[in-house]
């Protein structure tokens, strides 16, 4: 059984960070690629940054520079930092082993300006 369960998403002022983790249990983590999604109210899930099993990563335009995703796959986790926070950052963000049905249950990240 895969689960996928993320944690610090919360309230925080434009220009401030946050770190988003998603634990993976099952065997999933070491032989996919992982992914953070966001979703914002009225608008299509995006992908925001992703990474290989071996650490190659891929980052949206529009958080290019100031988010890092990485991993610890000792820990079969997979981080999300963000920086410089702006309000259209705002959204459930999600984790996902890419290309797999496997989602977490999502966590709010809300930037006010």
């Known amino acids: 059984q895969v689960q996928l369960v993320e944690s610090g998403g919360g309230l925080v002022q434009a220009g401030g960070s946050l770190r988003l983790s998603c634990a993976a249990s099952g065997s999933i983590f070491s032989v996919n690629a992982m992914g953070w999604y966001r979703q914002a109210p009225g608008k299509q899930r995006e992908l925001v940054a992703a990474?290989?099993?071996?650490?190659?990563?891929d980052y949206a335009e529009s958080v290019k520079g100031r988010f890092t995703i990485s991993r610890d796959n000792a820990k079969n986790t997979v981080y999300l930092q963000m920086n410089s926070l702006k309000p259209e950052d705002t959204a459930v963000y999600y984790c996902?082993?890419?290309?797999?049905?496997?989602w977490g249950q999502g966590t709010q990240v809300t930037v006010s300006s």
């Open positions: 990474i290989t099993t071996v650490g190659r990563t």
């Open positions: 996902n082993a890419v290309g797999t049905r496997f």
